[in-house]
T-cell receptor, first 117, second 112 residues
Framework: GAVVSQHPSRVICKSGTSVKIECRSL??????MFWYRQFPKKSLMLMAT?????????EQGVEKDKFLINHASLTLSTLTVTSAHPEDSSFYIC?????????????FGPGTRLTVT | QKEVEQNSGPLSVPEGAIASLNCTYS??????FFWYRQYSGKSPELIMS????GDKEDGRFTAQLNKASQYVSLLIRDSQPSDSATYLC????????????FGKGTKLSVIP
């Protein structure tokens, strides 16, 4: 149980284009999903917290107009990197928090490696 | 500023030995504590959660929590080369907060 998928796993795009990343909870309902970014040899950086049916809460320094988050259902959240630039190249990972007896546990998706050329 | 501190390592242990990973946190109101394992190039995988003082065992893994000392540890018994990874300590703060604050991780290397 508690499986989270992400799509795509790897994407290369040109500077100035937009990229959408999907995060799905496959066998549970996720009231809250989180989006992280991780640069090489660095720790995870929380970008935003996404609650189903409401606007995402962004961490300080994360541009909400650049990183658009939509949490349209209890099993799907999307992150769109708009007008991507090479400095946006990173490993983007989502996680989901389940209902139930272990509400504080987060389960991570496999990540999406974004390269902007 | 909530902080979670870990020794970055690398921590090297021989195969079959006990690996001991430590973590301290600054927010005394922290309530939930987690250990994640992250292989190079992969996303974190939850291996242990602990919510109350004392020990919690799961297979070869034992998590220990001491809230008075603001300290949480992970012991890996009979370490295997496949345990070689970065171990991330993560903490949530007070009741109702679901955000995780991560440490920078300890890199463990198990030598065959």
């Amino acid at each position: 149980g508690a499986v989270v998928s992400q799509h795509p796993s790897r994407v290369i795009c040109k500077s100035g284009t937009s990229v959408k990343i999907e995060c799905r909870s496959l066998d549970f309902q996720a009231t809250t999903m989180f989006w992280y970014r991780q640069f090489p040899k660095k720790s995870l950086m929380l970008m935003a917290t996404s609650n189903e049916g409401s606007k995402a809460t962004y961490e300080q320094g994360v541009e909400k107009d650049k990183f658009l988050i939509n949490h349209a259902s209890l099993t799907l959240s999307t992150l769109t990197v708009t007008s991507a630039h090479p400095e946006d190249s990173s490993f983007y990972i989502c996680s989901a928090r389940a209902y139930g007896t272990t509400p504080y546990e987060q389960y991570f998706g496999p990540g999406t490696r974004l390269t902007v050329t | 500023q909530k902080e979670v501190e870990q020794n970055s390592g690398p921590l090297s242990v021989p195969e079959g030995a006990i690996a001991s990973l430590n973590c301290t946190y600054s927010d005394r109101g922290s309530q939930s504590f987690f250990w994640y394992r992250q292989y190079s190039g992969k996303s974190p995988e939850l291996i242990m959660s602990i919510y109350s003082n004392g020990d919690k065992e799961d297979g070869r893994f034992t998590a220990q929590l001491n809230k008075a000392s603001q300290y949480v540890s992970l012991l890996i018994r009979d370490s295997q080369p496949s345990d070689s990874a970065t171990y991330l300590c993560a903490v949530t703060s007070g009741a109702g907060s679901y955000q995780l604050t991560f440490g920078k991780g300890t890199k463990l290397s198990v030598i065959p």
